[in-house]
């Protein structure tokens, strides 16, 4: 998909302002579904609490990272396009809202207008596909330094991967931006429990520029967050996150200290 050229981007308008019309589904939530498709549901973490003690070892960037303690820290320090409300369903997050498409293979999210990250550069559509390039598709040049396993999982293969009949292993087609606060997930096949996946701590939008550095997510790395803390300390024994004060939502009113171990 090339939304450069002029052409096919008037028909991704036309194509959006289409389904919005004609019978999306608008939702600043919804309740996913069971299913068949995705065998693998996405991980949950406990959250971490103040003073607890976790893994000296922690990966923050949690597309690669694999353990519990890395994740429920990254939970905080990062957020995606959707999160799970207490009652485990969907709800908006970095997007204000999103409809789907009568067929269900097309997810249009809107996202929130001035998104900045802890070091107050934007949040911006383009940000966010080339998260999902990282993760999806191998000819990124940020698809390296790790296996992607958890996208694997949840999404059963990467761009250009075809199964025993030729088919494409992912349901995943592509992201793409629309316009300034728009980008579109284009499905081959449905998922019901498209949006719950999404809420995966993995697939958290990280800043782009940062992951051009080597060793991103390490404490020698700098950390730039999208969620509600950002890492203010992190030495060998002890790890502090503060709060984000360019988070979109309610900013946290103290600290969380973690003992490393």
Known sequence: MNIQKSPFRFFILFLVACILVAGCQPQAG???????QDPNPPATTSPVTDGQTISAGILLDPALAQDSDSLSVSTQIYEGLVKLDTAGSPSPALAESWVVSDDQLDYIFTIRTGLKFSDGTFITPDVIVDNFNRWFEPASPLHTGGDFKTWESVF?????????????????DGIQKVDINTVIIHLNRPVPDLLTDLANPAFAILSTESLKTSGYGTKSSTIISSGPYMVASWTA?????????NYWGTVPSGDLNFNLK
Not at 156 to 169: Q, S, V
């Open 156 to 172: 059963l293969g990467f761009n250009g991967e075809k199964d025993d009949n030729k088919h494409p292993k992912s349901p995943v």
């Open 30 to 36: 919804a309740t996913a579904t069971s299913s068949a």
């Open 237 to 245: 024994t002890s790890l502090t996150l503060s709060p984000n004060p």
